[in-house]
C-alpha cells in the first residue's frame, strides 16, 4: 500500500522559512510525478509545486522565486523549501504522487502556519 508521510510543518512568522518532507514508503521511482498542494480555510486545494522525471518544476505563480522543489531518490523523498513565507502561505499541505497507471496517492497534511 502506498503511504506518503509529510512533516516539517509548523508555526513561522512572515519572512521565515520552512522545509517540508515527504517520504513514500519505497521506491519513488515507480511515480511519474510527485508535487505539494494546499488548502487554506474556505479554500480549494490548489497546486503548489510538481517535479517530475526529465523535467523542470512547475510552480503556482503565487510561491514561483519562493518555493523549491526537489527530490532524493536514495531517501525516497520530496521536499518542499519555502522561503520568505507569507501569511497567506498559511494552509495544510498534502504530498501527492502519481503512478504510471495515473493512480493518485495523498499524505495526510502538515499544517504551515505563518503569522502577521
Known amino acids: 500500500q502506498v503511504q506518503l508521510v509529510e512533516s516539517g510543518g509548523g508555526l513561522v512568522q512572515t519572512g521565515g522559512s520552512l522545509r517540508l518532507s515527504c517520504v513514500a514508503s519505497?521506491?519513488?521511482?515507480?511515480?511519474?510525478?510527485m508535487g505539494w498542494y494546499r488548502q487554506a480555510p474556505g479554500k480549494p486545494r490548489t497546486l503548489v509545486a510538481t517535479?517530475?522525471?526529465?523535467?523542470?518544476?512547475n510552480y503556482a505563480d503565487s510561491v514561483m522565486g519562493r518555493f523549491t522543489i526537489s527530490k532524493d531518490t536514495a531517501k525516497n523523498t520530496v521536499y518542499l523549501e519555502m522561503n520568505r513565507l507569507l501569511p497567506d502561505d498559511t494552509a495544510v499541505y498534502y504530498c501527492?504522487?502519481?503512478?504510471?497507471?495515473?493512480?493518485?496517492?495523498w499524505g495526510q497534511g502538515t499544517q504551515v502556519t505563518v503569522s502577521s
Open positions: 501527492r504522487a502519481r503512478d504510471s497507471d495515473y493512480s493518485t496517492y
Open positions: 519505497g521506491s519513488i521511482f515507480r511515480f511519474i510525478s
Open positions: 517535479i517530475s522525471s526529465g523535467r523542470d518544476p
